[in-house]
């Protein structure tokens, strides 16, 4: 059982960044692909990026392509999402999520994170 802890979310103005960890439990992490995911209020999920177990293969919603960047560091047990350039519509709970595969599908993913709030200001 893998489990998975968010941090970095906090308030933010508008057009300024943040970066969010996802550390895991095991060192089976490495195994694993990882994903990253937002739900704003009253709004479904939905898929933000997802990088493979190498770290040799990222995809992007077109939201935030270009905006946003995901990254992992195995050493660490850490996964990231770099986000520039925020905008009031990014404001959402950000839930980090592994699975055997990369992919834009969170019905894929195995174990989920508790989620971290970002608020873009306007």
């Known amino acids: 059982q893998v489990q998975l802890v968010e941090s970095g979310g906090g308030l933010v103005q508008a057009g300024g960044s943040l970066t969010l960890s996802c550390t895991a439990s095991?060192?089976?992490?490495?195994?694993?692909?990882m994903g990253w995911f937002r739900q704003a209020p009253g709004k479904e999920r939905e898929f933000v990026a997802t990088?493979?177990?190498?770290?040799?293969?990222?995809f992007y919603a077109d939201s935030v392509k270009g905006r946003f960047t995901i990254s992992r560091n195995n050493a660490k047990n850490t996964a990231y999402l770099q986000m520039n350039s925020l905008k009031p519509e990014d404001t959402a709970v950000y839930y980090c999520?592994?699975?055997?595969?990369?992919?834009?599908?969170?019905?894929?993913?195995?174990?989920w994170g508790r989620g971290t709030q970002v608020t873009v200001s306007s």
């Open positions: 990088i493979n177990w190498s770290g040799g293969w990222t």
């Open positions: 999520a592994a699975g055997d595969l990369a992919t834009q599908e969170s019905n894929k993913y195995d174990y």
């Open positions: 095991e060192r089976t992490f490495r195994n694993y692909a």
